[in-house]
């Protein structure tokens, strides 16, 4: 049955409503809960591009005899470049959210460039739209014009959503099964997983309407792969805020780790934080009496050597900066068992 515009105004008014009311949910939470980051900003741009597609896409499908020719021509770039600030915006979002609980700093240099390349396959499809449609000029005077992308621009958009979903996929797989995460991570790396194969497969779908269809069937399918994608990015972020909400085991979702070391016969455990200036070492004694110090490196869970403490430990001298108090911490006797009790 043929797509009327009917049935692309319905599908411009559901799905993309859906999508912006979930993104406001999601940034009425983080801001509310004092957690607003980078990853949110480019949610908050994917919602707006979004939006500014919809209402153009409204305005471009009225009687085009009150259009003149400059405003249809515009109105038409405005849609196509818009469809891939939604859908890149989208992913980037995804891909911060995935920085943020990342909790090695190897792992996030390389994501940082894997945000790069994304810009770069964003930068290459926009410019693709142009020297395409420009070297066709006969699409411009038609009554609606619609140009036709044909192969080419199919087959990049089929290699660059095949190469962003797989990596939106094969992190948070690595983050699952290389790296110690709490329950509230791993539910949202397992969400991003998941929902990222969603992303996968209606990018699939519209690659197969650039190439072979056109017009309006392919016009709703970039709604639809709009909507889903920034539904996508947010999906994470709503369900483990709501399993929070409910008690359920939703758990803050910046990075952390728990580990333990035995150092000159005095045991102390080890959570690291990530901030933009420095690293921080949160020594605990089982006493609950807890100081800060700073260190170098990363240390990675299960790799490495204990942390540095600067400057050099010196017990009797108890008191001065960079140093931990005797009283905070318990001795244990050599060759005893953390689990058992101190001497």
């Known amino acids: 049955m043929a797509v009327t515009i009917q049935d692309v105004k319905n599908t411009a008014l559901s799905a993309p409503t859906i999508a912006m009311v979930v993104t406001a949910f999601r940034l009425f939470e983080r801001i509310r809960s004092r957690k607003f980051g980078i990853d949110d900003v480019f949610a908050l741009l994917s919602a707006v591009m979004l939006l500014i597609f ?9 009687d085009p005899n009150h259009l003149s020719r400059i405003t249809k021509l515009g109105l038409y770039y405005t849609l196509s470049e818009l469809f891939y600030g939604v859908l890149w915006c989208a992913r980037l979002s995804i891909l911060f959210s995935i920085v943020r609980i990342s909790p090695s700093i ?14 770069v396959c964003w930068a290459i ?5 142009f020297w395409t449609c420009e070297n066709e000029p006969g699409w411009k005077d038609m009554p609606s014009p619609q140009c036709f992308l044909g192969s080419r ?3 990049t958009q089929l290699i660059t959503d095949v ?8 992190f948070p797989m690595r983050l699952l099964w290389n790296l110690r995460v709490s329950k509230g991570q791993r539910l ?11 992303t996968s497969i209606v990018s699939l779908v519209h690659a197969y309407y650039v ?34 909400l409910m008690g359920s085991g939703g758990e803050d979702d910046s990075p952390s780790r728990q580990e333990t070391y035995t150092t000159s016969g005095y045991w102390f455990s080890k959570k690291s934080t990530t901030s933009t200036t420095a690293n921080s070492i949160q020594l605990t004694a089982v006493r609950s009496v807890t100081t800060k110090v700073d260190y170098d490196g990363d240390v990675e869970p299960g790799r490495g050597e204990p942390p540095k403490v600067l400057p050099k430990w010196d017990w009797p001298a108890v008191g001065r900066e960079g140093e931990i108090p005797r009283e905070h911490l318990v001795r244990f006797s050599p060759g005893q068992d953390q689990d058992q009790k101190p001497v």
Request: aromatic residues 8%; contains cysteine; glycine residues 4%.
């Open 54 to 62: 919809v209402v153009s896409m409204f305005v471009h499908l009225v």
């Open 106 to 119: 190897k792992m996030r240099r390389t994501l940082y460039v894997l945000a790069g390349a994304f810009g």
């Open 125 to 129: 499809l926009f410019a693709q739209d």
């Open 153 to 155: 621009v199919a087959i």
């Open 163 to 170: 190469f962003a979903d797989s990596c939106l996929i094969a």
């Open 188 to 198: 949202r790396l397992l969400l991003i997983f998941s929902t990222s194969i969603i």
């Open 211 to 244: 190439l072979r269809v056109g017009g309006l069937e392919e016009l709703v399918v970039a709604i639809v792969e709009n909507a889903v994608s920034l539904i996508v990015c947010n999906s994470a972020v709503i369900i483990t805020t709501i399993m929070r």
